[in-house]
C-alpha cells in the first residue's frame, strides 16, 4: 500500500472510531442512573419542579433524536451548555484544558529524550550492572498504580524532606514551576518504562542485524551507524507504544490532578461523573477519544515512515 | 543457586501484599472500635485512620477485594477472549474474522480510565461489575495476542494433515490449537493481571470501585489523604503493598519466562 492510500484508508477509519465512540458515549451517559433534572431539584424534590426541569432540559425527547441533534451541534463547535452552571461545555472544557495540556504536554516532552536516552543506554552497555539496575527498575516499575507510587514520592519528597509543595492548592501551575514537579514525574514514570524497554529491545536487535555488520564493515563509525541507522528501527516500535501511552496518560492525568488538587479535565469529568452532569461528561469524552485516534494514526504513520518494511496497524 | 537467588527479591515482594491479602482477614480483630482520628500514641501499631479506626486492623482486612477482583477478572477475560481469538484466528471466512475483530479496534480507541469511570458509575456498586468492566478493558489485547498465535498455528503441517484425515474442525481447535496455544498464553499472564490490579485499585482510589465503607488498600489511599501530614502511615503502607504487589508479579513473572526460554518464547 503506498504511504497516501495508507493514509487515506487510516484516517477514515479514525473518523469511523470518532463517530462511534460519540455515540457510544452518548448512549453511556444516557444510561447513568437519575438525571441532571433530578440533581438540580436538590435533596427535597418536588415532583411538579422535576418534570418542569426535564422538560425545559429536553430530557423527555427520545434518545436518538437527542443523539442526532447532538451530533449536528457537535460538528458545528457547539456541545451545549452544562447542567448544573450557566456555562457552555465548551467554555469549561476550555478553561480546563490549560493545566492539563501543560502536564501532558511537559510529560511528552521530557519522556521521548528521556526513555530514548535509556533504551540506548541500556542496549550499549548491554548485560552490565547499569543495564540489569535500568532493566529490572523499567520491569518492575511500569504497571505500579500512579496514586500508589504519587502518594508515596509525596510522602518522601514534600512531606519529610520538603523539597516540593504537595499539592496545588492556591497557586497557578505557571506562576510557581515547583507545582509542577512531583505530578511530572509522576506522569513520567510507567511511559518511561515501558518505552525505555522498547528502545532497548529494538537497539539491540538493530545492532546484531545484517545491515548494521554491513555498513560497519563499510567502515562507517559505530556511532555513526548507532544513531542512523540503528536507532531509527529501534524507535519504530516505540512510536507505537508512545500511542498506547496517551491512554495511560489520560488515565494518569485524571489521577495525578486528583492527587495534586489540580483544577483540570480530570477533576472537571469525576466532578462530572458524579454530578451526571451529562454535556460535559459528552464533550469531555469527545476530546478524550479524538485525541487518543488522532495519537494512535499518527503514531502507525510515523511508524511506518521510520520502518517501511514493519507491518503496521492492521 | 544463581536460579534461587535470582528469585529472592520478586519472591518477596510478591509474597508481603499476597501472603497480607488473602490471609490477613483471618487475623483481623472484629474489634472496630473507634479511637481518636489519625492519633500515633503507642496504643495502634501504626496509628489509627481518618475516622480513628486501628491503621494495621484495616491493612490486614484490605487486601483480599484488591486481589481477588484483579485475579477473577483475569480469568474472566481469558474466558471470552481466548474463544473468540481462537474462532478469528482459525476460521477462514475473512467476514466472520472483521466482525470479532473490528469492535475491537473502537475499543481501544476509548482511554481505558475514561471508560471505567463511565462504566462503573452507570452500574450499582458490586464486586462483579467491576470485575467485568476491568475484564471488558482488557480483552481486546489478549483476543489480539490469541488470534496472532491461533493463526499461526493453524498454518502448521500438523493441522492440515489432521483436516485431511477428516477431523472435526472443534477436535483441531480445542485438541491442538488451543493447547499449543497456552504458552503463549501463560507467557502473557503477568502482564494481564498487574494490568487489572492497576485498573481495579484506580478505581477505589476514585471512589467508584467498591463500596467506599469497605475497608480497601486504594480506598485508604484516597480516605487517609488529608492527614498525610499528620499520620503518614495510614498512607504509605496500603500504597507501599499495592506497589510491591505490582512491581514483585512482574518481576517474577519475567523471571520464570527468562528461566524458561526457549519454550516459553514461542511468540507467533
Redesign the interface.
Known sequence: MTIPRYLAHRAL?GVV??L??MA??FF??E???GDAAVTIAGDNPDPAMIADLRERLGLNESSWHRLGDWLVAALHGDFGQSLLAPRSVVDIVASAAEPTLLLAGLTLVLLIPLSVGLGVLAAHREGSRLDRLIS?TT???????????G??I??VFA?KLGWFP?TAVGTSLTDNPAVLVLPVFVLLLRPICSLSRLVRAGMIDAQQSDYVRHVLRLGLSPARVRFTHSLPNAVAPAAQQLART??WL??GV??IE??FVVPGLGTT??AA??ARDLPV?QG??VV??TT??LV?LVADIAARVLAPTAEVGR | MRTVRGYAIPATLVAIPLLLALFGPLFASGDTTKDVAFSLDGQHWFGTDFVGRDVWNEVLLGGRSLVLVAAVATICTYLVAVPLGLVAGMTRNRALDEVLMRPLDLLLAVPSMLMLLLLVSIAPQAPWVLIAVVALINLPDVVRISRAAALSLSARPAVEAMRLQGESRIRIGLGYVARSMRRTLAADLGTRFTGATYLVASASFLGVGLSPQASDWAAMVDRNRVGLFVQPWAVVVPALLIVMLAVGVNLTFDRLLRDRQPTFLETP
Do not use: C, H, K, R
Open positions: 477509519l472510531q470518532v462511534v465512540v457510544g458515549m453511556l451517559t444510561a447513568l442512573p529490572g520491569l518492575g516499575l511500569y504497571s505500579a498504580p500512579e496514586f500508589a507510587m502518594i508515596l509525596v510522602t512531606v504537595p496517551v491512554d489520560v488515565g485524571i489521577v486528583a492527587i469529568l469525576a461523573v458524579a461528561i469531555l469524552a478524550f477519544a487518543t485516534v494512535n
